[in-house]
């Protein structure tokens, strides 16, 4: 596949963004990143992506495809060939998808509510809400990735890859919260599960600097917070 065929909208810190890449990355496809500016939307993000107008977009030839999981689906159909990123048995697929789901609609929007918070106590509660979420997400693990290191076995997967791309922003909430949210005598499975995923070939060049990573969360939790804050 010629690098011109596959081209990626994106920007560097987004998770979603990061998903698609890694996809890429296990199949051992080269691809052109054309980043997005921050804060603004290209004219071939809108083309591309009339109905969201965001982020990723994989374009494969001249046809776009949306949706950070749908792009990981699609590449891993059109590309079938080992290694495959999806699990090979419908029941274990439906059982990545439910939690791929939980991660997208629960987990992640209460992380960003630890950001987002203005009161000590709702900041409090979006942290529990986190913590519970990874205590599930903890026995997902054990029960999906059967003793092996990862929730697909003995390699990175599709469930690996929708949580996985959150490990950097997790951090990031760590260090300007001043708390532990992957606690090594509370989560010991996603612990080493963590540290193994981000030192894969497939992950460490896309994964963000968490120094890095931080700067872009000062300018988003200053906006969530304004945008949360009492009209005057």
Known sequence: ????DLKV?????????????????IK????????????????????????????????????PICESLVIVEYIDEVWASSPS????????RATARFWASY?????????????????E???K?????????LALLEDAFQKTSKGKDFFSGD?????????????????????????????ESKTPGLAKWAHKFCADAAVKDVMPETEKLAEVAKIITAKLRGAGAPPK
């Not at 071939?44 to 977009?57: D, F, G, T």
């Not at 990123?85 to 274990?92: E, T």
Request: aromatic share 10%; with cysteine.
């Open 155 to 183: 390699k990175i997967g599709y469930l690996d890859i929708a949580f996985g791309c959150f490990l950097g922003w997790l951090r990031v909430t760590e260090k300007m919260n001043g708390i532990k949210l992957l606690d």
């Open 125 to 133: 509660a979006a942290i529990e809400q986190v913590a519970e979420g």
């Open 1 to 4: 596949m010629a690098k011109n």
């Open 85 to 92: 990123i999806l699990p090979s048995q419908p029941y274990d």
């Open 121 to 123: 106590e709702a900041r």
């Open 28 to 63: 051992s496809l080269d691809y052109e990143f054309l980043e997005e500016t921050f804060g603004s939307k290209s004219q071939l993000l809108l083309q591309s992506n009339p109905v969201h107008k965001k982020i990723p977009v994989l374009i494969h030839g001249d046809k």
């Open 9 to 25: 909208l994106g920007a560097w810190p987004s998770p979603f963004v990061m998903r698609a890449r890694i996809a890429l990355n």
């Open 103 to 119: 991660i997208d609609e629960k987990w992640f929007p209460a992380m960003k509510g630890i950001a987002a918070a203005q009161a």
